[in-house]
């Protein structure tokens, strides 16, 4: 009876003895409500900007701008909300994010002029910069064994996303026009905050926090529906066991320990109080035991995002190889917006055997393996496309180059939360997800640039450069998380 007493688990332990059921497809089902949301908003910039720059006489340099504001707002969001989800919990931090991104995404719908469309599109990019938080809530309901394969499944919803969104262009924009799709477009959105009341909070930020009995409470519901009974004992956090291991090496440790304890109900103390500018949860990131790991992930971010929406703008632009003056390009995709939407309908089917590329390595040959394989691979598409852009080539070249780059995107989404403890999870994945906004930012603005001015090798070339770099930089990153328990703390890594 006492040994039942005495007894501890983890939340670990209550997620691998629930396992993966019926509760976390309820969890899955919404985060990938949240993708399909955010994959929507992204993809309808292929098909806006274009109607936009004829109904209001753009310049090319304002329809870029149409696309680079919406980044502009995601660089902001993803550092934001990863802040705010770290210091106030998940759900708080999706909350923002749904309310922001459902109301800008609707309101941009009725814009009078181009300032205003710009003005709510810089709206929705903060609101869609939360989309991390989402990712890292459902991470933290997955049992360890299955996080990678699972992790891939969420991000599946990406592509559910993209599909949707060209087959909904496909069918609304000659009928209806642009102001119909990005009010259609942000349904999604809206079924985020129909369904808020019924999330629960991710229990290991509440057992992060020192709230216990909550955390208890959500694992509790979660074995009941999962028809599983949690371990016996009582909860504790990596930082309790950690304290513990401490007390019980030697007597000497005693007072070593007591001061531990105290110091960690004063950082209890002080995590539940607000985080102002989240500059302490950065400064956690460049941490001596998380500097190496985070600058690899800002690079591999900004590669993967870089590359993976250029590659999706490149589809319209050098899909007719052989037209290779910019002004016969501009005016072959305005005037013949059906093969525009066929176009990137047929590109976006790469993702899906993306994702079960994705499915098949990422627990088998690890993430690190699977990520550089993909890039690596990529550059390889790519490489003919150097030398020769005929029509059926460069069509097989971006079907491939996307695929693989889909798949290292899916796989470094898995990776980022992996590699940070719960302290500062989604802060980390918020940080390196806005160094990647910085390269979707820069992607338009400079390797489009170079094809509109009929520059095609040079900007073939510098995504070749991009996606080798990034293929280092993940063959160099510090841990590997494959079949690993989740860290709550620092002390925890290793």
Known sequence: ??????????????????????????????????????????????????????????????????????????LIGAYSWGVVSDNYGRRKGFLFTAIMTSGAGFLSSFSPNYLSLMALRFLVGIGLGGGP?????????????SRGTWMVVLLAFWTVGTIFEASLAWLVMPKFGWRWLLALSSVPSLLLLLFYAITPESPRFLCMKGRTMEAVDVLGKMARLNGAELPSGKLVSDKNIELDEVSESATLLNATAKAAKEEENDNIKEDEGSDFGGFKSVSKLLSPKLLRATLLLWMAFFGNAFSYYGIVLLTSELSNGNRICAKQEVESVHSNNSSLYKNVFISSFAEIPGSFVSIMIVDRIGRRLSMASMLFTSCVFLFPLVFSRTEILTRISLFGARLCISASFTIVYIYAPEIYPTSVRTTGIGVASSVGRIGGILCPLVAVAL???CHQTTAILLFELVVFLSGVAVMFFPFEMKGRRLNDTEADMH
């Open 1 to 74: 009876m006492e040994d039942e007493q005495s007894a501890t688990y983890t939340v670990d332990d209550a997620l691998i003895s629930s396992g993966f059921g019926k509760y976390q497809i309820l969890i899955l089902a919404y985060a990938g409500i949240g993708l399909i949301a955010e994959a929507m908003e992204m993809m309808l910039l292929s098909f806006v900007g274009p109607s936009v720059q004829l109904e209001w006489n753009l310049t090319a340099h304002q329809e870029s701008m149409i696309t680079s504001v919406v980044f502009v707002g995601m």
């Open 133 to 145: 938080v989402l990712g890292s809530w459902f991470l933290e309901f997955v049992p360890a064994p």
């Open 451 to 453: 094809v509109h001015n």
